[in-house]
T-cell receptor, first 114, second 116 residues
Framework: AQTVTQSQPEMSVQEAETVTLSCTYDTSENNYYLFWYKQPPSRQMILVIRQEAYKQQNATENRFSVNFQKAAKSFSLKISDSQLGDTAMYFCALVGAGSYQLTFGKGTKLSVIP | NAGVTQTPKFQVLKTGQSMTLQCAQDMNHEYMSWYRQDPGMGLRLIHYSVGAGITDQGEVPNGYNVSRSTTEDFPLRLLSAAPSQTSVYFC???????????????FGPGTRLTVL
């Protein structure tokens, strides 16, 4: 079985500041994939960033970057220069390389304050 | 491309009624899946399919049936609705390899279902 834990139910950040969302996971797979998805108030799920576990380099997408610590089984998301449009629920997700079942965390509600 | 479409957007049922949530995608994705989203629970996988004629159970399959007769469509059936099935339901699709799904999931807009 695999688990994903997001320990921060809610967070807030001032506009233009930087915020880090935490995610820890557990899996018995040697190779796996990790994701961060964003769900704004519109309810639409949008992929933010994807990380392949066998790649040591942390993934980056514009203002979004991850800190992937494989030994610690940690996969945090850093949002730089926060914008009002970043206000959303953020979900961390995991899938084993040989699996068809994604496991999601319970989510972190991020509010960006003007 | 329309992407992933779901109908209806909202539905209210009485306990014991049946209904089908529709999901379609026009991206020729092999993999399709259904999730339910409950407050404080994240998204939980109900059923998934890796191609036409192939389906399998996810984490919370009880009370739901699926079939996949075409690549494009993946309907979710509630045979006898219960209040515990009140939730927001998402359909998703992606490309998949022969040994797993590790590409971006494309999600539909969701269906909010209330069972009285």
């Amino acid at each position: 079985a695999q688990t994903v834990t997001q320990s921060q139910p809610e967070m807030s950040v001032q506009e233009a500041e930087t915020v880090t969302l935490s995610c820890t996971y557990d899996t018995s797979e040697n190779n796996y994939y990790l994701f961060w998805y964003k769900q704004p108030p519109s309810r639409q799920m949008i992929l933010v960033i994807r990380q392949e576990a066998y790649k040591q380099q942390n993934a980056t997408e514009n203002r979004f970057s991850v800190n992937f610590q494989k030994a610690a089984k940690s996969f945090s998301l850093k949002i730089s220069d926060s914008q009002l449009g970043d206000t959303a629920m953020y979900f961390c997700a995991l899938v084993g390389a040989g699996s068809y079942q994604l496991t999601f965390g319970k989510g972190t509600k991020l509010s960006v304050i003007p | 491309n329309a992407g992933v479409t779901q109908t209806p957007k909202f539905q209210v049922l009485k306990t014991g009624q049946s209904m089908t949530l529709q999901c379609a995608q026009d991206m020729n994705h092999e993999y399709m899946s259904w999730y339910r989203q409950d407050p404080g629970m994240g998204l939980r996988l109900i059923h998934y399919s890796v191609g036409a004629g192939i389906t399998d159970q996810g984490e919370v399959p009880n009370g739901y049936n699926v079939s996949r007769s075409t690549t494009e469509d993946f309907p979710l059936r509630l045979l006898s609705a219960a209040p515990s099935q009140t939730s927001v339901y998402f359909c998703a699709s992606s490309f998949s390899g022969t040994s797993g799904v590790h590409n971006e999931q494309f999600f539909g807009p969701g269906t909010r279902l209330t069972v009285l």
